[in-house]
């Protein structure tokens, strides 16, 4: 997977996050979090300093949360963890 495809990964995940319907409201602000936190690592310039593994600590946490209820959100977190792993990201 090349940047560019990394990039519109992170862009698709962020727009499914916006978009995750019947989830509670805590949920609801826990998913725009890391939908904001996406964002910000899209726009970032290729080789900046930030704290990625907190963001795949975060993911994990809501693959863990959302498995049950939302199966379909929660597989699409964990391939993001893994691609961001990937890219060491």
Excluded at 67 to 80: F, G, Y
Aim: no cysteine; net charge negative.
């Amino acid at each position: 997977m090349s940047r560019p495809q990394l990039h519109k990964l992170l862009t698709e995940l962020h727009d499914e996050l916006i978009r995750a319907r019947s989830v509670d409201p805590k949920d609801k602000d826990l998913l725009r979090h890391l939908a904001d936190d996406i964002r910000a690592l899209v726009e970032k310039e290729p080789g900046a300093k930030g704290e990625p593994g907190e963001l795949r600590r975060r993911l994990a946490e809501a693959v863990g949360r959302f498995e049950a209820s939302h199966p379909d959100l929660a597989k699409t977190l964990a391939n993001a963890i893994d691609t961001l792993a990937f890219y060491n990201i």
